[in-house]
């Protein structure tokens, strides 16, 4: 009985966990950094290099505040109640955001906005670290990376659903495109839909992510809860004791290095896309599509090579594709866009690895009481690394170069800058040690064999046609 109420108990955490999600990608894929809409918004706010480096730094910064989602839940019992109060809160700050340009001048709207998407992402950064915890208790490590995969799955296919739907409806506002609807209608919107009123898109975009964002909290409400045992400690010993653990430091310095890395011109992927290479953003959803695609078809090989052969071998393996697509962008320009297609298939598979990875990781080296509080200082670390190289870029923004023959823009020397940079993770990955991790080397072999086993099939298969035609 006990076995089957644990497997009725997992089976409703997962569907609940599920659901909630997708809600809940609606409101991030429409309203939190990261979103083409948020990008295209702040742009026509006027944000200049400055702001969107601050924008991409917002991000980040959130995440060193994810150890008050320690403090914030360590002496009670429960954690769903207060991590309901904050999704609830910092989604309904996205009915704010459209509005602004009505509220403020342009130079101040950009401001407010930013510091509105702020306060909304610190919220969210809090409730993951105690989310975390919540769901590491429910969901047993033996299946939790293929958990994540699926989780992921259904995530990408709301997120692309979604970024069609109202990319195509804010493309009819937009004066330098040729939206998809418009192609389709042929004629240009007048009145309220005529392109000097793009607020209107945007006050629709983030009034649906709000709404979403509220129907997910109520799913979130229903997901089942162990309770937890509540700390008593001092809250500065909580936060200095995983410090003390070697192997967790080492994986600190891992991290720093590789959100370092990744800060690099991180700011500019999707303006490079609006503004040098003019694509709209449906176009920039199509690019997408393909990336969406070929992480949903990786998610599976990867859950089962995180739980085969354990973290740190499928990031040394997510590293080498991660050094390889910036490089890509090279060569890009407005007259042969279309090679970012390619481009997004195996960025697509590096990013559905790192991302199951990044949740992994740290829940396979922390002893089992202290996943939260392990997890929330891993955040901070790594939020601050990457605001470091995000601002920079913003900042000292290089100017456009002649390179090895290449008439290189400001945005693409970054892009070159930080896939270079990307490889060297490698160095302090090798410090860490994973319990029940196995080597790289096993996982190279493994997919030799499996490589192997795959061409010999289909020579078999070409050979019997070859038979059986003469």
Not at 199 to 225: D, H, S
Not at 338 to 352: D, F, H, K, Q, R
């Amino acid at each position: 009985m006990a076995d089957r109420g644990k497997s009725s108990e997992l089976r409703h955490t997962v569907v609940f966990s599920i659901t909630e999600g997708v809600y809940t990608q609606v409101y991030i894929a429409l309203a939190t950094v990261g979103s083409a809409f948020v990008t295209r918004y702040a742009l026509l706010l006027g944000a200049m290099p400055f702001h969107l480096g601050l924008l991409a730094a917002i991000g980040q910064l959130a995440l060193v505040f994810q150890p008050l989602g320690i403090v914030i839940t360590r002496r009670g019992t429960s954690r769903k109640r207060i991590i309901v109060k904050l999704a609830t809160f910092g989604r309904a700050l996205a009915l704010l955001y459209g509005i602004l340009p009505f509220l403020f001048p342009r130079y101040t709207a950009i401001w407010v906005f930013l510091l509105l998407l702020s306060i909304a992402t610190s919220m969210h950064a809090m409730g993951t670290n105690a989310w975390i915890a919540w769901i590491s208790d429910m969901i047993p490590e033996r299946i939790r990376g293929r958990f994540f995969s699926w989780r992921s799955r259904y995530f990408m296919i709301v997120g692309l659903f979604i970024g069609y739907v109202f990319g195509a409806i804010v493309d009819i506002f937009d004066p330098k495109t040729e939206g998809f609807i418009e192609k389709v209608i042929s004629v240009r919107p007048t009145g309220i839909l005529a392109p000097e009123h793009m607020n209107v898109a945007f006050i629709l975009v983030f009034t649906a992510a709000a709404v979403f964002g509220y129907l997910g909290v109520q799913f979130l409400k229903r997901q089942p809860e162990r309770p937890k045992r509540a700390d008593d400690e001092r809250v500065s010993a909580s936060l200095v004791t995983p410090l003390r653990d070697l192997n967790f430091r080492k994986f600190l310095i891992y991290n720093f290095w590789w959100m370092l890395a990744l800060g690099i011109g991180s700011p500019f992927w999707q303006p490079f896309m609006i503004q040098k290479l003019q694509m709209s953003l449906v176009n920039i959803q199509v690019y997408g599509t393909i990336s969406a695609v070929a992480s949903i078809l990786a998610l599976r090989p990867w859950g089962m090579v995180i739980d085969r052969f354990g973290n740190k071998a499928a990031m040394r393996l997510a590293i080498v594709l991660g050094g390889i697509n910036p490089l890509v962008w090279l060569f890009v320009n407005t007259g042969n866009s279309w090679i970012l297609n390619i481009e997004a298939i195996t960025s697509g598979i590096m990013w559905s690895g790192t991302n199951i990875v990044a949740m992994n990781f740290v829940l396979s080296i922390a002893p089992r009481d202290g996943r939260q509080v392990y997890s929330g200082i891993l955040g901070a670390v790594s939020g601050t690394a990457m605001v470091i190289t995000m601002l920079l870029s913003g900042i000292l923004l290089p100017r456009a170069r002649d390179i090895l023959g290449m008439h290189l823009q400001p945005e693409q020397i970054l892009f070159g800058l930080t896939g270079l940079l990307r490889w060297t993770a490698h160095i302090p990955l090798s410090w860490v040690k994973e319990p029940k991790g196995r080597p790289f080397g096993a996982l190279l072999y493994y997919i030799r064999q499996s490589a192997k086993v795959r061409i010999g099939q289909f020579i078999g298969v070409i050979a019997r046609n070859g038979q059986n035609d003469r």
